[in-house]
């Protein structure tokens, strides 16, 4: 008995020890899970944001699209996934998906500004992705959408470069934690799957 719980922690200690860690941030599971909508009710078309370009786009512009809003900042460890939004945008924005990226500085790793981060973002990662000004995405001074998102859905991001992806018709489809890879084929599948269906407003 007592030999097998020594072997039991040794195999719980080996397991702890090997287990990836998240770039500067909490620890991250092996397998990033997306987080299923828990409700069919579309975001509110009205809500808006304001770009680095001095556009307004509000929610009800992107319909029969795609969107796949991503917390960002320039200084985080995740920020080289920049590179690989860039490149789904490049590869499926002509099937209607659109990416949004809305920098924070909520967890301390954005610069002072939207205009900054863009270059920044443009020099290092060659990412010419939507960028909206600075924003907050958490807490009772979050943006509009963000406080939509935790008080429907439940969601508030942890981190940097949370995601959320919504439907052609504007519903919530799922939320991804900053370890999931945009390339990743698990999260390319549920893009593809949500291209591939057509919008019902």
Not at 5 to 13: G, P, V
Not at 124 to 149: D, I, N, S
Not at 181 to 200: F, H, I, N, Q, Y
Request: net charge negative; with cysteine.
């Amino acid at each position: 008995m007592r030999l097998s719980l020594t072997l039991a922690c040794m195999l719980s200690c080996v397991s702890f020890a090997t287990a990836p860690a998240r770039a500067d941030g909490p620890a991250a599971t092996p397998e990033p899970i997306a987080v299923k909508a828990r409700s069919a009710m579309p975001v509110p078309g009205d809500l808006s944001f304001d770009l680095v370009e001095g556009e307004t786009v509000s929610l009800a512009d992107f319909r029969g699209k795609v969107v796949l809003v991503v917390n960002t900042a320039s200084k985080c460890g995740f920020a080289p996934q920049f590179t690989e939004l860039q490149e789904m945008s490049e590869t499926y924005g002509r099937d209607g998906l659109v990416i949004l990226t809305v920098p924070s500085n909520d967890f301390r790793q954005e610069l002072s500004t939207a205009e900054e981060a863009k270059r920044y973002c443009a020099l290092t990662f060659g990412a010419e992705l939507p960028m909206a000004q600075l924003a907050k995405v958490k807490g009772p001074q979050a943006h509009p959408f963000y406080r939509w998102m935790r008080e429907t859905e439940g969601f508030e991001p942890s981190w940097n470069f949370n995601k959320v992806l919504l439907g052609r018709d504007g519903s919530v489809i799922a939320t991804y934690p900053a370890s999931a890879e945009p390339l990743s084929s698990w999260m390319l599948g549920d893009v593809k799957a949500a291209l591939a269906t057509a919008s019902r407003g």
